[in-house]
């Protein structure tokens, strides 16, 4: 009817898998049946606009390094997209767990170890991330071994022509976390609170 926009669905911390329960029963939450999601470790990706945008969806629930089959999956499937002939202009990723948090979480070395390369080598251009309850945009940034390891900078630098921005943080619906929790690293460009309407 013209007023659809295309959903791509995320495993967080709050699904459950409730494999046992079917949909209308009132504790059903289970991704990857509502929403008819083809693997049901919720990673998958999408092309739109034939190679104009491929998006990623990554399962941060799963751990980045020790899950090899989601591993595999994405380093195989970034290195068919990357050729000359099917190589995406735009290539995005979401997932909920933010690799490197701007407010109270730690930093998820595994997906900072097993996912950023990927996104560094592949020309990821964005990544969506959640689960903070801040927003934040970054510069574009890419890993950088000769960066000294510290609060501000975590190993990234500002990569103007093959760097990822990290986006979002945010929430829908949940209360936002307080200024004090916000944590600014060098490379970001902007940090707010979220509001629930």
Same mark, same amino acid.
């Given at each position: 009817?013209?007023?659809?926009?295309?959903?791509?669905?995320?495993?967080?911390?709050?699904?459950?898998?409730?494999?046992?329960?079917?949909?209308?029963?009132?504790?059903?939450?289970?991704?990857?049946?509502?929403?008819?999601?083809?693997?049901?470790?919720?990673?998958?990706?999408?092309?739109?606009?034939?190679?104009?945008?491929?998006?990623?969806?990554?399962?941060?629930?799963?751990?980045?390094?020790?899950?090899? =089959?989601?591993?595999?999956?994405?380093?195989?499937?970034?290195?068919?997209? /990357?050729?000359? $002939?099917?190589? #995406? !202009?735009?290539?995005?990723?979401?997932?909920?767990?933010?690799?490197?948090?701007?407010?109270?979480?730690?930093?998820?070395?595994?997906?900072?170890?097993?996912?950023?390369?990927?996104?560094?080598?592949?020309?990821?251009?964005?990544?969506? =991330?959640?689960?903070?309850?801040?927003?934040?945009?970054?510069?574009?940034? /890419?890993?950088? $071994?000769?960066? #000294? !390891?510290?609060?501000?900078?975590?190993?990234?630098?500002?990569?103007?022509?093959?760097?990822?921005?990290?986006?979002?943080?945010?929430?829908?619906?949940?209360?936002?976390?307080?200024?004090?929790?916000?944590?600014?690293?060098?490379?970001?460009?902007?940090?707010?609170?979220?509001?629930?309407?």
């Amino acid at each position: 009817d013209g007023r659809l926009f295309p959903l791509m669905i995320a495993t967080g911390n709050h699904e459950d898998d409730l494999s046992n329960l079917t949909f209308g029963d009132p504790n059903f939450r289970d991704v990857y049946k509502l929403f008819n999601i083809p693997v049901k470790d919720v990673y998958y990706a999408l092309n739109f606009g034939g190679n104009l945008l491929r998006m990623y969806t990554l399962n941060s629930e799963l751990h980045a390094c020790w899950d090899t =089959e989601q591993l595999d999956w994405l380093t195989e499937d970034m290195m068919n997209y /990357s050729s000359e $002939s099917n190589s #995406p !202009y735009w290539k995005m990723v979401n997932y909920h767990q933010p690799m490197v948090p701007n407010s109270h979480y730690d930093r998820r070395t595994d997906m900072y170890n097993c996912w950023a390369p990927l996104f560094d080598k592949y020309h990821v251009r964005v990544a969506m =991330e959640s689960h903070s309850h801040t927003m934040k945009t970054t510069y574009p940034i /890419s890993l950088d $071994s000769t960066v #000294p !390891y510290d609060f501000e900078n975590v190993g990234f630098t500002r990569d103007d022509v093959c760097g990822t921005v990290y986006i979002g943080e945010g929430n829908w619906g949940a209360p936002p976390r307080g200024e004090m929790e916000h944590r600014p690293r060098a490379w970001t460009r902007q940090l707010a609170e979220t509001r629930s309407y």
